[in-house]
Structures are given as C-alpha cells and as structure tokens.
C-alpha cells in the first residue's frame, strides 16, 4: 500500500468517523432537545396547576370574604330589628294597663319577699294600688315605670325592680330571635 493509498485509507477512515461522531452528536441533540421539550411541558403542567390553584385559592378566599361580610351584614341588620321590635314591645307595654290590671298588680306585689319595703316606685296611676299594698312605705310615682312596682328596703340594701319594662329586658333574649324569624317569615310570604 502506497501512500497515497494510506492518506486515502486514513481520509475515508476520518470521513467516517466524523460521521459517526456527527451522527453521535445529532443523536444526543435529538434526544437532548426531547428531554428538553418534555421539561418544558412539564414545567408549562405546574405553573398551569399553579395558576388554577392560585386561581382556586383566589375564588375560595373572595368567598370567604363575602360569606363574612354577609354575615356581618345580617347580624348588623338582625341587631338593628332587635332593637327597633324591643322599642315597639316597650311602646306596646301600656296595653296590659287594661281590664284585669290591678289584679295583675297585685299579684307581681305578692310574688316579692316578705320584707319591709320603705319605698316603691310606681307609675303615677298607681298610687292608691301601691298604697294599698304596701301600706308602711314611701310611695314614689315615676312616669317611667309602665306597669308593676320597684321597691327598696331601708337604706337601699335590697331593692327588687317587678316592672313591667324589667320583665320584657329579662325575656328579650328569648324573645327577640322568635319576633325576628317572625318577621322573616312574614317577609317570604309577602305577596
């Protein structure tokens, strides 16, 4: 073999092996850009899952948001019915002054302790009732006092208010929740 032949030999010998290492390097491209392809739509997958869930999370916190501002509204709105239904029921109180009430007076007299009661507060049209059942004592009319008495023993050690305004605060609490799904009620049946 001649040296021409033998640079010939070599030149084929390196042609193919550039070849080879081209065809290598265009395999480990390939499968370089696949495995970049598949990273990239990996990571597209989780800032996509990313969002919805931030999105989610958005959705779920502006929910929150208005079912505590609602209920903040609705207790706000219940409070201010509360209040206007127990002026109403305070205003209301001077209807049980009808038929029947100085029995009832007298009954609230008697369910008080046997005590010496020096002074009782009572509505102006109730003093000869007053008078009548707590003979000993100071009487002292109070346009404020509807119905029912309040009274103290010497020097204020004991005082025990049976009105009828006291009675409604004691039982408003529970009253108060039936009035409002009454209204609620009267309000879904509204025509």
Do not use: C
């Not at 970049?36 to 996509?48: C, G, H, I, V, Y």
Request: glycine share 4%; net charge negative; aromatic share 6%.
């Amino acid at each position: 073999m001649g040296s021409r032949e033998l640079i010939e030999s070599l030149r084929k010998a390196a042609d193919e092996r550039i070849r080879s290492m081209w065809a290598d390097a265009n395999t480990e491209a390939a499968k370089a850009r696949t495995a970049l392809s598949a990273r990239l739509d990996l990571l597209r997958e989780n800032q996509t899952r990313a969002e919805a869930a931030a999105d989610r999370d958005a959705l779920v916190a502006a929910l929150s948001d208005a079912s505590t501002q609602t209920r903040r509204q609705l207790l706000t709105t219940e409070n201010a019915l509360s209040e206007r239904l127990y002026a109403l029921a305070l205003t209301s109180l001077h209807q049980l002054r009808s038929d029947g009430y100085a029995e009832m007076f007298g009954k609230m007299a008697r369910e008080l302790p046997a005590l010496a009661w020096k002074a009782v507060r009572v509505n102006p049209a109730d003093t000869s009732l007053a008078l009548k059942y707590f003979p000993d004592a100071e009487i002292v009319p109070l346009d404020t006092i509807v119905g029912g008495m309040d009274v103290m023993t010497e020097g204020g050690t004991i005082r025990v208010i049976n009105t009828f305004e006291k009675r409604l605060e004691r039982v408003w609490t529970d009253m108060a929740p039936v009035l409002i799904k009454e209204v609620y009620d009267a309000l879904e049946h509204k025509p």
